[in-house]
């Protein structure tokens, strides 16, 4: 039996990290996790249980994705030399930040914004640099550009839309950024279905764009898929680290067959769209409280009394939404998925209950 001491082996810099919390409450109704309410149509469930018949499961899977590549490609017109397939969209953030940069090296995101790019840059020994958004949760391209170039990044990420603020950014202003930086500029568009705006046409431009897209937020969050565009000659790099066996068979098919398929999908996300905007203006009635524009499958608002409070009341009633107010420039903030009509409404009345 051998006892050595730990804490003399890892890493400091792993050492000052905390892990990423994930709530695993089991509410009633989730709302915290920008997942899609809706299980996969029926018909596409069916033909999945189908192909699962012919999957040889003592393989390994295709450590290329090539057919999900190749119906990615197709769908969007690129080349599937210039798509790589994460597990999750998470995995391609890592990825990226592996191959542009060295230990200590510096890379920026505006701020607030999704979490785990700076969890996932800590955990790699950089430096990220949070650049305040201002009060319409917007910025100004020649500002970020100085601001990149004083801190010397190497990388930036642009989550468009915004989580968790909801929004996208001015396209110009992104383009500029695109336009001015000698760096990797990310594109992260993990809730392109609900916002249909894109910066997929840039990347034949300009070779130190990356796009990503994810399919957890339409309907196969458990599958864990993302996946990257860009120009050939960074793939060939990612490629270079990527674990040759990422994603699984079941994930590689099943994404192929959804997207292929689209449409059953399409239609919970117009209704998940519907519900968006039923659910902001009903938020907006509300007195006390503010509600910021989304172009995604989230709401974020804040209240005029302890957000801590208003998030625990509604968990005690079974509704789990996200707290944000640990975020200095989101005191009081709430964050709320767009579920089901039905979760909406006990969501909505529950709301109305504690504020009143
Ligand atoms: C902006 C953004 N990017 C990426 C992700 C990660 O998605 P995935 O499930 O594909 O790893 C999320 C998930 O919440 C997100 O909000």
Not at 239 to 265: C, E, G, M
Not at 280 to 290: D, G, H, I, V
Request: glycine share 4%; with cysteine.
């Amino acid at each position: 039996m051998s006892q050595v001491n730990l804490m003399n082996l890892v890493r400091d810099k792993v050492k000052a990290l905390k892990a990423y919390h994930v709530e695993t409450i089991d509410a009633e109704i989730k709302l915290h996790a920008n997942e899609n309410p809706y299980p996969p149509p029926p018909e596409l469930f069916n033909r999945l249980q189908e192909s699962l018949k012919s999957f040889q499961l003592n393989r390994y899977p295709d450590p290329d994705s090539q057919v999900l590549k190749e119906t990615i490609a197709e769908i969007n017109r690129v080349p599937a030399e210039s798509i790589v397939i994460g597990n999750g969209s998470d995995e391609l953030i890592q990825l990226i930040l592996q191959i542009f940069c060295d230990e200590g090296d510096a890379f920026a995101f505006p701020d607030p914004t999704f979490a785990m790019y700076a969890i996932i840059g800590k955990g790699l020994g950089l430096n990220p640099h949070p650049f305040p958004l201002n009060d319409s949760w917007d910025f100004k391209g020649e500002a970020f550009l100085a601001f990149l170039a004083e801190k010397n990044a190497r990388v930036v990420f642009f989550s468009y839309p915004n989580n968790p603020t909801g929004n996208c950014y001015s396209a110009n202003e992104i383009k500029k950024v695109i336009e001015g930086f000698q760096g990797i500029v990310v594109l992260d568009e993990a809730y392109f279905d609900f916002a249909r705006k894109t910066f997929i046409d840039d990347i034949k431009k300009h070779n130190n764009l990356i796009l990503l897209r994810s399919l957890s937020k339409i309907g196969l969050a458990a599958l864990r898929v993302g996946f990257g565009i860009a120009d050939p000659a960074i793939m060939e790099q990612i490629n270079k680290v990527r674990l040759p066996y990422n994603s699984n068979t079941i994930s590689q098919a099943f994404a192929a067959q959804v997207l292929r398929d689209f449409s059953p999908v399409k239609k919970q996300i117009d209704i998940i769209l519907t519900e968006r905007e039923r659910l902001a203006k009903a938020l907006s009635a509300l007195p006390n409280l503010t509600v910021f524009p989304s172009d995604s499958n989230f709401i974020l608002f804040r209240v005029e009394q302890e957000g801590e409070k208003v998030f625990e009341n509604l968990m005690k009633n079974g509704i789990l939404i996200r707290n944000l107010n640990a975020h200095p420039r989101l005191k009081n903030c709430l964050r709320v998925t767009v579920g089901t009509r039905e979760e909406n409404d006990q969501f909505l009345a529950q709301l109305v209950k504690i504020k009143g």
